[in-house]
């Protein structure tokens, strides 16, 4: 064992890993290849920049990744703290500011005394352990034949699109109303989040988010242009080629994608107009598209589930054509990239750890987790890890209740014939004991506060071992 927990890349993962081992006394040395060599997506060389949405999901602790987030937090999370710090509005879900908030995560590691960063691109693996890789779905090259070398090749890909950003002021506000779906906001306690799950208490009123409403005929001319539009290449990537078929993650599928599985499919996706009622017409329009803020500033706003791999001059044109958007300012094009995960029922264990390599973990994006905040979580577990390892203490499995610990379970048990990436959710997690309950904010609401509760017992146990250090 070597004095220094190694960690290869400084994504949320990599970061994440780094501070529950510098936190607890560990010293780190964490090797992030920008600025030296960049990749297609990043456009900074700071520490845990966003490069697709600026949304972490859901706040409310009867969502799963309400939940998530709140275990992340006891567990010590770095991240978190400094994302509400950077917050923007977004009803009921996190979203951040994303340049202050990676420039702090940045400078927070920058300044702690058992971290070293290291601005160098690893092209082998190091010796020393443990060795945490955390490089990511974008892990260049030759550090990827690396990795290859000790999964026998046994990795698999997914393509991922990031959605466009234009600036506020080039959107005409006499076609555009703010609006929550139903109201709700940062404030609620009880409904059914976006995404179907449900969330907690009485809703309050909210206008978190900007509107494009579409007639029935806006809406067709809309769909027609986006399924017909050229697409373009796949940059480095182009297994298009080969013959090979794509896969995409469905919670990232480009919106021609979803398009063109028929031309109700957006109206019940990203564009269900359902909740969102126009005031000038005080109905619900035929679809919406959203936009979320980017920024403190509300100077930037995302498009809310157009992520897409239309060529920049088609997204122009074909984008414009939404109702407040014919003048658009894109600052951002959407663009798209391979995504690539190791297969982890075959090469895992519960602490992330290869099961036959001693004290080398796989962290992040790269286990087959999907999301940003999936991704930090699994990096405080290696990190936690690696840090018990080095000091020959058990290592930690996180609960089974908790939704950390199902992710975990779900890497290690699931079918490698069949395995893809997962976002937190409560499937996930083990049902609770006795009679169903039918309503699905109750079981949350319950599936939370067990998580919770085993986290908590947890987290006792291992401090009598390990106690956590005050952050610097």
Same mark, same amino acid.
């Given at each position: ?26 010293? #780190? /040395? ?20 966003? #490069? ?14 309400? #939940? ?9 999370? $770095? ?14 879900? $996190?979203? /951040? ?67 466009? @950003?234009?600036? +506020? ?14 109201? *709700? ?33 806006? +809406? ?111 600052? *951002? ?23 036959? +390599? ?9 286990? %087959? #987790?999907? %999301? ?37 379970? +779900? $890497? ?15 499937? @996930?997690?083990?049902?609770?004991? %006795?009679?169903?309950? *039918? ?22 146990? $291992? ?6 250090? /005050?952050?610097?």
């Amino acid at each position: 064992m070597s004095e220094s927990v190694t960690i290869i890349g400084g994504g949320f993962a990599g970061v994440e890993a780094a501070w529950a081992v510098a936190q607890r006394g560990g010293k #780190v /040395v964490l090797y992030e290849m920008r600025p030296q060599r960049n990749t297609p997506v990043h456009q900074t060389s700071d520490l845990a920049e966003l #490069v697709c949405s600026n949304s972490f999901k859901s706040n409310l602790l009867t969502n799963a990744s309400g #939940v998530l987030k709140e275990e992340m937090r006891r567990l010590g999370s $770095l991240i978190l703290p400094i994302a509400q710090k950077h917050s923007v509005p977004a009803g009921e879900a $996190l979203a /951040v500011d994303r340049v202050p908030f990676a420039r702090e995560i940045t400078e927070t590691l920058e300044a702690h005394p058992n971290i070293t960063i290291i601005r160098e691109e690893v092209t082998t693996l190091p010796q020393g352990r443990p060795l945490i890789i955390a490089t990511g779905p974008l892990t260049s090259d030759a550090l990827a034949a690396e990795i290859a070398k000790l999964t026998g090749g046994d990795s698999l890909s997914f393509f991922d699109a990031v959605a466009p @950003v234009v600036t +506020y002021d080039s959107l005409d506000m006499n076609k555009i109303f703010r609006a929550s779906r139903r109201g *709700r906001g940062m404030t609620e306690t009880l409904a059914e989040s976006d995404d179907g799950n449900v969330c907690g208490g009485a809703p309050e009123p909210s206008a978190d988010y900007l509107n494009c409403p579409f007639t029935k005929e806006e +809406y067709l001319a809309f769909w027609e242009a986006l399924t017909t539009a050229e697409l373009a290449p796949v940059h480095n990537f182009e297994e298009e080629d080969s013959g090979a078929k794509m896969v995409f993650f469905e919670m990232c599928m480009p919106i021609e994608e979803l398009a063109r599985r028929g031309a109700r499919t957006l109206c019940f996706g990203p564009m269900k107009p359902v909740g969102l009622t126009d005031p000038k017409t005080d109905r619900w329009p035929h679809a919406v598209l959203q936009l979320r803020q980017e920024n403190r500033e509300g100077t930037l706003w995302g498009l809310v589930g157009f992520q897409t791999r239309l060529r920049w001059g088609a997204q122009k044109r074909i984008f414009q054509m939404v109702p407040g958007l014919e003048n658009a300012e894109f600052i *951002r094009y959407g663009v798209m990239h391979r995504n690539t995960y190791v297969n982890a029922p075959r090469l895992l264990d519960l602490t992330c750890q290869l099961r036959e +390599y001693a004290g080398i973990y796989i962290a992040g994006q790269m286990t %087959g #987790v999907e %999301g940003y905040l999936e991704s930090a979580a699994i990096g405080i577990v290696a990190g936690l890890n690696a840090y018990r390892s080095q000091r020959a203490l058990p290592s930690a499995i996180l609960p089974r209740e908790t939704v950390l610990g199902s992710l975990c379970h +779900y $890497l290690v048990e699931s079918d490698p014939k069949h395995f893809a990436p997962m976002n937190s959710n409560w499937g @996930v997690v083990p049902e609770l004991e %006795g009679a169903p309950i *039918r309503d699905k904010r109750e079981k949350g609401r319950r599936k939370g506060e067990r998580a919770l509760a085993a986290l908590d017992t947890f987290l006792q146990d $291992l401090e009598r071992e390990t106690p956590l250090e /005050v952050a610097p």
